[in-house]
């Protein structure tokens, strides 16, 4: 069968389908687009569904993934920026584990929990604290810290560095190590 009416692209039949891979996750694939304004919820939907409906082995396989992609950027010359909060060591190491090691640039945002609770723009702290999110990082759910990450940002004398320094501190990093300049 050929492929989007092309004379020289072919599909090519895959011994597990979709039939057989919904079977083995017990669910069917779809896209769960959620719109609406600023401010409405869409986020807040989106975090909840996604802690009903993925386990920890599933928040594993999606930081693979997402590992995976920023493999192809940075495999295409790319400086690609990922922020999740992957909040599994193990998960960390393994997308580590994808890339040549000092093309893995580990930013540990290294700040205190009752920081992030007092943002907590969501709401989405208070909600896990009265029970109400489950599995939530931080709260019921651990975060493991790197061992030995490239870059550490955290407080200054008890105060967050500003947005704009923490890209000057990542930065300079990146131009130190040469990753700012054509080899």
């Not at 993925?54 to 993934?65: A, F, G, Y």
């Not at 009265?130 to 004398?157: R, S, V, W």
Request: proline letters at 5%.
């Amino acid at each position: 069968m050929s492929v989007t009416g092309s004379s020289n692209i072919f599909w090519h039949e895959c011994p597990v389908g979709k039939v057989e891979r919904q079977k083995l996750l017990n669910q069917q694939g779809c896209v769960v687009w959620i719109t609406g304004l600023s401010g409405s919820g869409k986020s807040t939907l989106a975090c909840s569904l996604d802690r009903e409906l993925h386990s920890k082995e599933d928040r594993t396989e999606n930081i693979r993934r997402v590992g995976e992609v920023a493999k192809l950027f940075s495999d295409a010359g790319l400086i690609c920026i990922a922020s999740l909060i992957s909040p599994y060591r193990n998960d960390r190491d393994a997308c580590r584990a994808m890339l040549q090691d000092p093309n893995f640039i580990e930013v540990f945002m290294n700040m205190p929990l009752e920081v992030c609770e007092g943002r907590d723009p969501k709401g989405l702290y208070k909600l896990a604290r009265a029970g109400k999110i489950k599995g939530f990082t931080g709260i019921d759910d651990p975060y493991e810290p790197p061992l030995n990450c490239e870059i550490e940002i955290k407080q200054k004398d008890g105060v967050c560095p500003a947005p704009s320094e923490m890209a000057v501190q990542v930065i300079s990093y990146l131009d130190q190590k040469g990753f700012l300049q054509a080899q």
